[in-house]
Nanobody, 119 residues
Framework: QVQLVESGGGLVQAGGSLRLSCAASGSIGSINAMGWHRQAPGKQRDLVAAITRGGSTNYANYADSVRGRFTISWDYGKTTVYLQMNSLKPEDTAVYYC??????????WGQGTQVTVSS
């Protein structure tokens, strides 16, 4: 089992920045990939960014809408994944969920953290 706890959401003006954190606990050695998804009211949950272990190099991928503005990183020592969000736009407003996937392809989710960007 893997437990995920997100933090760092809040209210920010357009053009501002926020950093989300996702702390993992439990069977952290089983985690192969972690990511962030978001869900706006009335919309489906979409992938924002993901990072996968690759030996000495991690592989990151981003949704087109956030590429160049958001950066995902993984601190193994703190078992925490971060999402640095810069140049925020009102359309980035959503609940952001942390996700972890294990080598056996089990998926775990955090409780979500609200990000609101005012215009």
């Amino acid at each position: 089992q893997v437990q995920l706890v997100e933090s760092g959401g809040g209210l920010v003006q357009a053009g501002g920045s926020l950093r989300l954190s996702c702390a993992a606990s439990g069977s952290i050695g089983s985690i192969n990939a972690m990511g962030w998804h978001r869900q706006a009211p009335g919309k489906q949950r979409d992938l924002v960014a993901a990072i996968t272990r690759g030996g000495s190099t991690n592989y990151a991928n981003y949704a087109d809408s956030v590429r160049g503005r958001f950066t995902i990183s993984w601190d193994y020592g703190k078992t925490t994944v971060y999402l640095q969000m810069n140049s925020l736009k009102p359309e980035d407003t959503a609940v952001y969920y942390c996700n972890a996937r294990t080598f056996s392809n089990n998926a775990y989710w955090g409780q979500g953290t609200q990000v609101t960007v005012s215009s």
